[in-house]
């Protein structure tokens, strides 16, 4: 997975360099959020970024995003909280992580990222409706 991040963000870095170099105009701000995303991805992939979620991720002998189910510590990572985040933070992390992956940020970026989005949005996805269970939440 890794690689087709790397691969991905060498393709929008490119992208967004044939802009800067066709085009009078500035990178708009849905552009900068976007390398920002594909800057933070690479730090990762490089190690040099180790946070806890990507840490127990990798750990991970059974990865959740090739099984039905994941564990309530899961989710919590997946949405980047601890497990004593109230309800309203939970709401909160659901938002933000779902502002940051949704396909639609890039559907023009082509139909591979897209799919990438896809999965990491029904991760998300999975991940908060499995808390709001838990907590009896809506």
């Known amino acids: 997975m890794g690689q087709l991040f790397n691969r ?10 044939d802009r800067k170099v066709t085009s009078d105009k500035l990178i708009d701000e849905s552009d900068e959020e976007l390398k920002r995303i594909i800057d933070e991805l690479e730090r990762e992939n490089n190690g040099q970024k180790k946070d ?3 840490s127990e991720y990798a750990k991970s002998n059974d990865n959740p995003e090739t099984r039905n189910f994941i564990s309530t510590d899961e989710a919590y990572l997946i949405l980047g909280l601890t497990s004593k ?3 309203d933070e939970i709401k909160s992390g659901y938002k933000q992580k779902m502002k940051e992956y949704h396909p639609d940020r890039v559907a023009s970026l082509g139909a591979e990222l897209r799919q990438l989005a896809e999965k990491k949005t029904q991760e ?3 991940a908060y409706e499995l808390l709001k269970k838990s907590r009896g939440f809506n």
């Open 8 to 17: 991905i963000s060498r393709f929008v870095k490119s992208e967004i360099d």
């Open 124 to 126: 998300i996805n999975k």
């Open 85 to 87: 985040a109230s309800n």
């Open 52 to 54: 806890h979620y990507n």
